[in-house]
C-alpha cells in the first residue's frame, strides 16, 4: 500500500501533452505541486508530454515505478496493467471506466485485470475512480478539478471515499474550512483496494487524526470489520456519510458503484457496533471532523459545563444535550457558592449565566472555567459569547485565560462559540481552539467527542464471545418448533420443557405426565406464525381441556392451511410470568447474519421498537444492544414490575449471535418470540423458535 499512497516515482500511462484532459492533469499536478520524485509520462506517439521526456511503453522507461497511473480506454487499461506486473510495478489507480459498473462483459474484463494483477503481486485502486493524493508528500495521482488552484495544507484529516466527485468535493469543504488533509483516496469500483483497505491503512498511519467515509455499499463485510476496529484500537474516529437511506437512495447507490446495499437499520448498527459516527448531514460530518481534528482531546465523561452570555441560549444548548444524552448537571453547592461571590447576579446552576458583567471583567471567564472544571467535576465544556468574539482587545484577554484553563485542564475539551471575524477565528483556531458560530453544532460536536471516547474505551474491553460445540448441521429442509428450539438449546439457549404429540388424545396424556398448567400449540414447518390461525391454546389446567384446544387447533390449522404438513401438536410447560422478548436473525446482504433484539411478543411489528447487532458479539455489546431500544426502562422495577434478568438475556443474545455466525450462510431466518425474561436472577426461556435453513443452492 505504500507503493500507492507514498511512492518513490510515477508513471503516467496514456500522459497527454494537454493539462486540461484526463490523461494530462495527473502530469500537470505532479509536476507543478512539486513530487519529490520521477515523473515518468507514458504515451507511444510523442517523445515529450509537459516538457518531460516521455517514453513509449513503461518496459521502456529508465526506472520501474512504485505506481502507475492508467489513463486509458478499458480493454487498454487491462493490457497496461499486465505490462506493469511483468515489469514489477508494485501499484496503480485506473482512472478507466467500462468495468463491471456498466455490464457482465466490463466485470469480466474487470476480473481478468485483478486477476492479472495478484500474480504479478500488484494493488490496484479503481477502476472508474479520480484517483488519490498524499498532501504530505505532493502526490497528486487524480485528474480531480479540486487541486488545480487550490491545494489542501497538510494535516490530519484523511478521506476515504468510494464516490470520486464527493471526495473531491469534500478534500475541497475540508481545505475551505481551515484544515489539513494527510491522505486522500476514492475507490471507485474497488476491484481490489476496496473502502475498507483504505480506512485501515489510514488507521495505521501515525499522521492521520480522523478518517472521514463516504460510503454506498458494503462488498466485504469482514474486511469493514476489520478495518473499522483496527480504527478504533488506534484511536482514529470514523465519520461516515453513508448514504442509501430510502429505498430510492439504495437503488441509485447500487446501481451506480455496483455494490449491494445492506438494510440502512443494519448499517446504523453496524456503525455503532464498531465506533462510526454516522453523520446525518454534510455539515455535520465536517463539524465532528473538525472537532475530531483539532481538539486536544475527547469528552472523558458525561458531564457538560455550559457558559453562557444569554439565558436563553444556555437553555437551547441544554435541550440539545439532553437530547444527545450529555449530562448538564447542577453545579455543587460549594461551587455555586463560589460563582455568586464573583457573579452576585448571574444564573450558577449550570448553564451558567455570566451575564454582561463579563464585558466589564473579562478574568471573570477564567475564573468562571476553573470553578467549573476544579469544583463542578465537568469533563467538558462548551463557551457562548454571542458576538464579543468580534471585539478584538476582549478575544485576546478571552484566548489567553482559556490557555491558561487549558494548560490546567488539559484533558477536558472547551468549545468556543461566538460570531467571530475571521482574523478572530484564525487566532482561536492557531491557539488550538475550536470555533462554533451556532450553539446547537457546538453541542453536537462535543457529543461526538463522547461518542469516540465511549468508543476508545471499548476497543480493549473483554467481551468473550460463548464458544460453541457439537453443534448440530442444519436440516435440508423445515423444521417445525420442536426441532427449532432442540437446535437453539444446543447453543445453551433456555427453552421450555416441551413435547410433541400427535393426536389431542396423545397430548392430553403428556401433558398429564408434565404437570399443569401447559400451553398447546400447532406443530408445523409450515405456519410460523401460529397465533394468526388459532393455532395456540394458553393456560391449560386439565386434561379434558388439552383434548377440546387440540382438537379445536388441528381443525383450524387444516381448514386455514389446508396444503400445511403438520406434525402434530406442541404440549410444553406454561413458562412463569415474565417479560416478552423478541429474538431474531436475519441474513443481511452486506454483513451476513445480524441479531435483532426488541420488546412486545406479537406487539413487536407495530412498535417497530428494535436493535440489531453484527453477529458474533458477547455479553456487553449485548447489553448496549439492549439500552438502545425505546421501551428499555420496562426491563427495570417499574410500576410495581420486577427488575428483569439482563445476564440471562444478555447472554442468550450473545449465545443467539454466535449460533448465527456458527451457520453463516446456511441460515436464512430466525424468531424467538416470545423469549420470557423473568425477574433478575430467574433466567430468560424460549417459549416459542422459528428456524428456517437457507435452501441449498443459496450458499
Known amino acids: 500500500m505504500d507503493a500507492i499512497f507514498k511512492p518513490r516515482s510515477v508513471a503516467v500511462i496514456g500522459a497527454s501533452s494537454d493539462p486540461k484532459r484526463i490523461g494530462g492533469r495527473p502530469v500537470d499536478f505532479l509536476k507543478r505541486h512539486g513530487f519529490d520524485g520521477p515523473i515518468l509520462p507514458i504515451n507511444p506517439k510523442s517523445p515529450e508530454v509537459q516538457g518531460l521526456t516521455a517514453y513509449p511503453s513503461i518496459s521502456e522507461a529508465p526506472t520501474t515505478p512504485d505506481l502507475a497511473v492508467i489513463a486509458l480506454p478499458a480493454p487498454l487499461a487491462v493490457q497496461a496493467v499486465e505490462q506493469c506486473a511483468a515489469q514489477g510495478v508494485r501499484g496503480a489507480v485506473i482512472f478507466s471506466s467500462g468495468f463491471s459498473e456498466v455490464d457482465a462483459d466490463g466485470a469480466a474484463l474487470q476480473a481478468r485485470m485483478v486477476d492479472i494483477a495478484r500474480e504479478g503481486g500488484m494493488r490496484l485502486v479503481g477502476p472508474n475512480c479520480l484517483g488519490i493524493a498524499n498532501v504530505r508528500h505532493n502526490l497528486y495521482a487524480t485528474f480531480t478539478p479540486g487541486v488545480e488552484k487550490h491545494l489542501p495544507k497538510p494535516g490530519g484529516v484523511s478521506i476515504v471515499s468510494q464516490s470520486g466527485a464527493f471526495g473531491s468535493y469534500c478534500m475541497t469543504l475540508v481545505r475551505m474550512r481551515g484544515l489539513g488533509v494527510n491522505t486522500w483516496a476514492t475507490t471507485g469500483n474497488s476491484c481490489d483496494v476496496d473502502f475498507a483497505d483504505a480506512v485501515a491503512y489510514c488507521a495505521q498511519d501515525d499522521d492521520t487524526r480522523v478518517i472521514m467515509g463516504y460510503l454506498e455499499g458494503a462488498t466485504d463485510r469482514d474486511r469493514l470489520v476489520e478495518a473499522l476496529e483496527l480504527a478504533r484500537a488506534c484511536e482514529k474516529p470514523v465519520v461516515m456519510m453513508k448514504v442509501g437511506r430510502s429505498a430510492v437512495g439504495a437503488e441509485a447507490a447500487q446501481s451506480h458503484t455496483a455494490s449491494l446495499a445492506g438494510a440502512d437499520s443494519v448499517y446504523d448498527a453496524a456503525f455503532r457496533q464498531y465506533g462510526v459516527y454516522r453523520a446525518q448531514s454534510v455539515d455535520e460530518m465536517f ?23 444569554s439565558g436563553g441560549v444556555g437553555v437551547l444548548m441544554a435541550d440539545e444535550a439532553e437530547k444527545l444524552k450529555l449530562d448538564v448537571p447542577a453545579l455543587p453547592d460549594h461551587a455555586q457558592k463560589k460563582l455568586k461571590e464573583v457573579l452576585p447576579f448571574a444564573g450558577v446552576r449550570n448553564p451558567v449565566d455570566v451575564t454582561a458583567q463579563l464585558v466589564n471583567q473579562i478574568d471573570l471567564l477564567e475564573t468562571n472555567m476553573d470553578v467549573l472544571f476544579g469544583d463542578g467535576d465537568i469533563h467538558g465544556a462548551i463557551i457562548f459569547m454571542s458576538t ?53 453544532r457546538a453541542v453536537r460536536a462535543m457529543a461526538a467527542l463522547r461518542y469516540f471516547a465511549r468508543s476508545f474505551a471499548r476497543a480493549g474491553e473483554k467481551d468473550p464471545i460463548p464458544e460453541l460445540s457439537n453443534l448440530s448441521p442444519l436440516p435440508d429442509g423445515m423444521v417445525n418448533e420442536i426441532e427449532a428450539k432442540a437446535l437453539l438449546a444446543e447453543a445453551g439457549i433456555g427453552i421450555v420443557r416441551e413435547t410433541l404429540a400427535t393426536t389431542p388424545e396423545a397430548a392430553a396424556q403428556a401433558a398429564q405426565e408434565m404437570g399443569f398448567p401447559v400451553v398447546l400449540k400447532i406443530a408445523s414447518p409450515d405456519i410460523l406464525h401460529k397465533s394468526d390461525i388459532g393455532g395456540v391454546a394458553l393456560d391449560l389446567h386439565s386434561a379434558e381441556d388439552v383434548r377440546s384446544a387440540g382438537a379445536r387447533i388441528l381443525d383450524l390449522a387444516s381448514e386455514k392451511m389446508p396444503g400445511a404438513r403438520i406434525d402434530g401438536l406442541v404440549v410444553a410447560e406454561q413458562a412463569a410470568p415474565g417479560l416478552e422478548a423478541i429474538l431474531g436473525v436475519t441474513q443481511d446482504p452486506a454483513f451476513g447474519p445480524v441479531v435483532m433484539f426488541g420488546l ?3 406487539f413487536v411489528e407495530a412498535l417497530e421498537d428494535v436493535s440489531f447487532r453484527v453477529a458474533p458479539f458477547g455479553p456487553a455489546e449485548a447489553r448496549r444492544m439492549i439500552d438502545e431500544i425505546r421501551s428499555r426502562k420496562l426491563l427495570d422495577a417499574f410500576r410495581g414490575a420486577p427488575e428483569r434478568d439482563l445476564d440471562a438475556l444478555a447472554n442468550a443474545l450473545a449465545r443467539l449471535s454466535a449460533f448465527a455466525a456458527h451457520h453463516g450462510a446456511a441460515l436464512e431466518t430466525i424468531d424467538v418470540n416470545p423469549l420470557i425474561v423473568g425477574a433478575s436472577g430467574q433466567g430468560a426461556v424460549a417459549a416459542d423458535g422459528v428456524i428456517i435453513p437457507a435452501m441449498r443452492g443459496d450458499h
Open 287 to 309: 463539524d465532528v471532523t473538525y472537532a475530531c481534528a483539532e481538539s486536544a482531546a475527547m469528552m472523558q465523561g458525561d458531564r457538560l459545563g455550559l457558559v453562557t452570555v
Open 600 to 602: 412486545g411478543g406479537v
Open 388 to 440: 464579543v468574539g468580534l471585539v478584538a482587545d476582549l478575544n485576546e484577554a478571552i484566548r489567553s485565560g482559556l490557555e491558561r484553563i487549558r494548560a490546567k485542564y488539559p484533558g477536558r475539551p472547551m468549545l468556543f462559540c461566538s460570531l467571530t471575524e475571521p482574523e478572530g477565528r484564525a487566532a482561536y483556531e492557531k491557539s488550538g481552539f475550536i470555533v462554533f458560530e451556532e450553539p446547537t
